[in-house]
Structures are given as C-alpha cells and as structure tokens.
C-alpha cells in the first residue's frame, strides 16, 4: 500500500525536522503557514509566516542547546487536506527534562503545510518547561 501524498509530506518535515534541516522544513510550508502553539511560554503563541516559524524552532534548539528529540508515532490523514502527527517529545534545559506526548494538526493546501495546530498533553508542564515569555 503506498503512502497516502499528505502522510509523505507530514514524514518528511519530521525528518527534516529532528536532523535540523530547517531549509527542507520551510519548503514544505506555504509563505504564509502559521504555527499555533499553546501555552504561555516562551515558544508560545501564532507564529505566521515560513520565516517566522524557523526563528521559532531555532529558539527551541537555543534553549535547549540542541538536546531536543521528536519520535513520530503515527500519522492519520483524511484525504481532503488535513493530517495529525501524534508523536513523543523530549528535550533538555539546564537542570530540567521534559518527556511528553503530543500531536500536531495539519492543514495542506497544493501540497504544502499552511496551518499546524500544536496539541500537548500537559500545557502547564511545557510551560514550565520552557520558561515564561519575556
């Protein structure tokens, strides 16, 4: 059975992602995808824009000083351009871990990623985690 085109595409930002290929990741996004993270933290909020979203994941790398993994459990598609990436992050900040379940919720438009949705299992923990906005 071949890979539905949304699930390939899902697969290979998360790949891009985790090796820090940020050049694929942006070219899998329209210009103006925003990423809606929840939470009151630091990498919280409406990110909108491919360059926007970049400055917002090379902050999560910062912080955490590249000690930041995100295994991909599954991805479910419905064929009418929308996909949801459940997945397991985990990450290092100074004297603080963080291991959490997640998902993300995706939009596609002509083949490109245009809105991604961030679901977290315990948004007070991420918060924490990543340390109140300045």
Known sequence: MAEHPDSALIRKGFEAWVKGDMETVASLMTDDCTHHVPGESQV??????????????????????????????????????????????FAERGDRGIEMNGALFFTIVGGKISDIDECVEDIEASDAFWGQAE
């Open 44 to 89: 919280s909020g409406h990110f909108k824009g491919k360059a926007n979203i970049i400055a917002m994941y090379g902050k999560m790398f910062e912080l955490t000083g590249g000690k930041m993994q995100v295994q991909l459990d599954h991805i479910s598609v419905d064929g009418r351009g929308h996909a949801v990436a459940a997945n397991r992050f």
